[in-house]
């Protein structure tokens, strides 16, 4: 694409939807964000698709007068859309459901004789509907008319959906512990082809392909150029993966991109071969598929959800700035007395799957706990990305982007355990968003570049040999 026009990049997160507006070059001209509700029909908990829609929408005719030239969508993985028609023309079949809702046990029992083995499709066994499969084979026993005659589309392939009228699938959807996909061979999994799925899905294209232009209705809706294409889009992150790319300390290097928000997701670029084999599959290791098709070692657990449930009746986050210089100066108190968190606060998530939370010497018993609480979970949560991190082999170079990457404490006592890595956090916001731009213009160089950190002060080591110590005995 040439011209001197703008973008917009559609990231339609788990917790957030969040619009961005960005020039050629990558300066972000605007944000807007809106808090996804949390929705039920007919007894099960459905994605906000109505409310994005419309918040969608209504965002885009704030920026009808700029010159847009392409709109890329971003999502989670763990969602879907049924749509009636080869081209979808008929609309939704059903709501997208909420990887959240639990999945009845006879359903999920039949699932899981189904599914193949992790060395072929690199995504373990999951809770609830993580497993975009479990999804799949529950809504073809509960809708299957509907089922059978429907379009399949990944949820970051709605929204290019949603704004073109044309459908399309991608690999970073369909590659991200859905089991649906086989990252080594670059096919859908014999279980897809077995129930048919595979032929259900849309078209496989890549994440950069144009899916089609601005559907004419909201182009006149919103007064955006009814010439502004569409791309397929892709999974939020890999975009975060894309941007870190982005950065000369990361490109072509091994190096290992945490991605921090409501998941906590480390993607390992390795500069060697790896296997599938390797990997634990019990305790939340997967392999994503980046935007070129390859393979990524990858580990995960729900670290955002997790330290929000102990700071949620605080008023103000673990990230926030103005609070860093109190979070830094309650962790000698914590390291001294032994305090911290047992995982896990996310029961069936991460490297503890397992393991029930409890606290060591509970902050609220002594002077300062309303700092001192949110300090301990930030440390907790560097012990578990810690462990993560070791599951698949990083070494070398660390980026930690999103939300957490401006937790002083989280992001210092990560580099502190990790003495022999560089750790690095981007200047820059928006990493998602920018590592979408990015399909358009593989060249684009991120502002502000990236700030090593430095380790956190005090006996990290100790700490954590005293806290997988007390993983031991519970275990």
Excluded at 7 to 18: A, N, R, Y
């Amino acid at each position: 694409m040439t011209g001197t026009g703008t973008f917009i990049v559609v990231d339609i997160g788990k917790t957030l939807s969040k619009l961005t507006l960005w020039t050629r070059g990558g300066r972000m001209l605007d944000r807007q964000v809106r808090p996804n509700a949390a929705c039920e029909q007919d007894g099960l908990r459905v994605l906000d698709v109505e409310g994005i829609g419309q918040w969608l929408r209504a965002t885009l005719r704030g920026w009808s007068g700029h010159p847009v030239e392409a709109i890329i969508p971003v999502a989670h993985g763990a969602g879907f859309a049924a749509l009636d028609g080869a081209d979808g023309n008929g609309g939704l079949l059903f709501p997208p459901l909420d990887y959240e809702q639990a999945i009845p046990e006879d359903v999920m029992a039949d699932y899981r004789r189904e599914r193949d083995a992790f060395t072929l499709t690199g995504s373990p066994a999951l809770p609830d509907g993580l497993n975009l499969g479990t999804q799949v084979y529950w809504m073809s026993r509960r809708f299957p008319e509907e089922m059978a005659r429907a379009t399949l589309v990944p949820w970051a392939q709605y929204w290019a959906w949603f704004l073109t009228g044309r459908t399309a699938s991608e690999v970073t959807s369909l590659g991200c512990h859905t089991d649906l996909w086989c990252p080594a061979d670059a096919r859908f999994s014999p279980m897809s082809e077995r129930f048919g799925w595979a032929e259900r899905f849309a078209p496989v294209v890549k994440a950069s392909d144009v899916v089609g232009t601005l559907r004419a209705d909201i182009a006149a809706e919103t007064g955006l150029p009814a010439t502004a294409q569409v791309l397929a889009g892709l999974h939020d992150s890999n975009a975060a993966l894309l941007a870190a790319r982005g950065f000369a300390e990361i490109a072509r290097q091994e190096a290992t991109i945490l991605s921090t928000g409501t998941w906590f997701i480390a993607m390992r670029l390795a500069a060697e071969t790896f296997s599938i084999a390797a990997l634990p599959e019990a305790r939340d290791t997967l392999v994503n598929v980046d935007a070129y098709g390859w393979p990524v070692p990858s580990a995960r657990f729900m670290g955002g959800r997790e330290i929000e449930s102990i700071i949620q009746i605080d008023t103000r986050r673990v990230d926030i700035r103005p609070d860093q210089p109190r979070l830094m100066e309650a962790v000698p108190g914590l390291l001294a007395r032994g305090t911290m968190m047992m995982p896990t606060l996310a029961p069936g998530f991460g490297p503890f799957p397992h393991g029930t939370a409890e606290w060591v010497d509970k902050p609220e018993e002594w002077a300062g706990t309303w700092y001192a609480r949110r300090a301990a979970i930030c440390l907790y949560a560097a012990m578990v990305a810690d462990t993560s991190l070791d599951l698949i082999g990083s070494k070398e170079r660390l980026l930690i982007e999103g939300r957490f990457a401006d937790a002083e404490v989280f992001v210092r006592a990560l580099a502190a355990l990790r003495p022999d890595t560089e750790v690095y956090v981007a200047n820059a916001h928006n990493d998602v968003s920018f590592g979408a731009l990015r399909l358009i213009n593989p060249l684009l160089q991120a502002q502000g570049g990236l700030r090593r950190v430095a380790p956190l002060e005090g006996d990290l080591a100790a700490y954590r040999a005293k806290w997988r110590a007390h993983m031991r005995e519970l275990a």
